[in-house]
């Protein structure tokens, strides 16, 4: 059973701008979870740095996971549906406008699934797709929604209370004005079972985003870039993951994550906060 802490707690927090990854749990099991999302700190559309704005992105997330019986002969496989709804702030530098704010919903599809998953380790993969977006995709603060993403996942106990998680992220970006990103996770958590009297982990990790295609926007590019040239929009950022995850009882569980930017170029916010509160049956 100290794998399936660990396991949950790896796959319900990726990084990566804190895309929706699964969250997993045993064959026949039901996990129902509602959570938000809330991007806050700086938008830097430009490399000038008179560009730079407050952030603003609120997501509010409803997913249900169903734990999928002897599929493939996975040592644990899920599906996953996730259901989002978001709010992102006007762009506007001074008396400039430069996007309106804006509201949108998406709704995500997933597979998951441990190739490897005892008491001392785990391995895993997880598949998923946002066939239904809704939202302006010019503007340049949105939440990560790409067409496809997939991901590897691994754990490995230290001890009896320590272990080490890493997560490595492929995002296919939009086809529209969204790049195509790879992001890393990886880092420590610790059990604090045994002087609480229930389950509860805190983690830490190092992470890093950069995205792999590159885009322009002609309106910043306007007021910020001199004149007759065109500034590249490519993300780039590293920085610190901090997460909580609880048990209440054996059936409800909480989840806290505080994701910081510590350097990079073009991030649609600098700093990300997550909660979720979650039922399994």
């Given at each position: 059973m100290k794998l399936i802490l660990i396991t949950t707690f790896l796959l319900s927090n990726s990084a990566m701008a804190f895309v929706s990854g699964p969250s997993s749990v045993s064959e026949g099991e039901n996990y129902v979870s509602v959570g938000i999302q809330a991007e806050r700190g700086k938008v830097e559309p430009n490399e000038n740095r008179a560009s730079y704005q407050d952030a603003q992105i609120d997501?509010?997330?409803?997913?249900?996971?169903?734990?999928?019986?002897?599929?493939?002969?996975?040592?644990?496989?899920?599906?996953?549906?996730?259901?989002?709804?978001?709010?992102?702030?006007?762009?506007?530098?001074?008396?400039t406008l430069f996007y309106e704010k804006d509201q949108g919903s998406y709704i995500t599809l997933g597979f998951s699934g441990d190739i490897v998953h005892d008491l001392e380790k785990q391995f895993g993969f997880y598949l998923q797709a946002s066939p239904v977006r809704s939202y302006n995709t010019n503007k340049f603060s949105n939440p990560r929604l790409d067409l496809f993403a997939i991901g590897l996942t691994s754990a490995f106990n230290?001890?009896?209370?320590?272990?080490?998680?890493?997560?490595?992220?492929?995002?296919?970006?939009?086809?529209?004005?969204?790049?195509?990103?790879?992001?890393?996770?990886?880092?420590?958590?610790?059990?604090?079972?045994?002087?609480?009297?229930?389950?509860?982990?805190?983690?830490?990790?190092?992470?890093?985003?950069?995205?792999?295609?590159?885009?322009?926007?002609?309106?910043?590019?306007?007021?910020?870039?001199?004149?007759?040239?065109?500034?590249?929009?490519?993300?780039?950022k590293y920085g610190t993951l901090f997460g909580i995850d609880m048990a209440l009882t054996d059936s409800i569980g909480i989840n806290v994550n505080y994701l910081q930017k510590l350097g990079g170029y073009d991030a649609r916010s600098t700093q990300i906060f997550t909660g979720s509160i979650g039922y399994k049956f």
């Open positions: 997501i509010y997330k409803l997913k249900y996971v169903r734990g999928l019986e002897g599929f493939l002969s996975l040592s644990r496989s899920n599906f996953y549906l996730e259901y989002g709804s978001f709010a992102s702030a006007k762009e506007q530098v001074g008396s230290v001890s009896d209370n320590f272990f080490q998680r890493n997560l490595i992220h492929y995002g296919s970006g939009d086809g529209t004005n969204q790049n195509s990103y790879l992001a890393i996770d990886t880092g420590f958590g610790y059990r604090l079972n045994h002087l609480v009297g229930r389950q509860l982990t805190i983690a830490g990790s190092l992470f890093l985003e950069a995205d792999i295609a590159e885009r322009k926007d002609a309106s910043y590019d306007a007021a910020f870039s001199p004149t007759g040239t065109q500034d590249r929009i490519r993300s780039f």
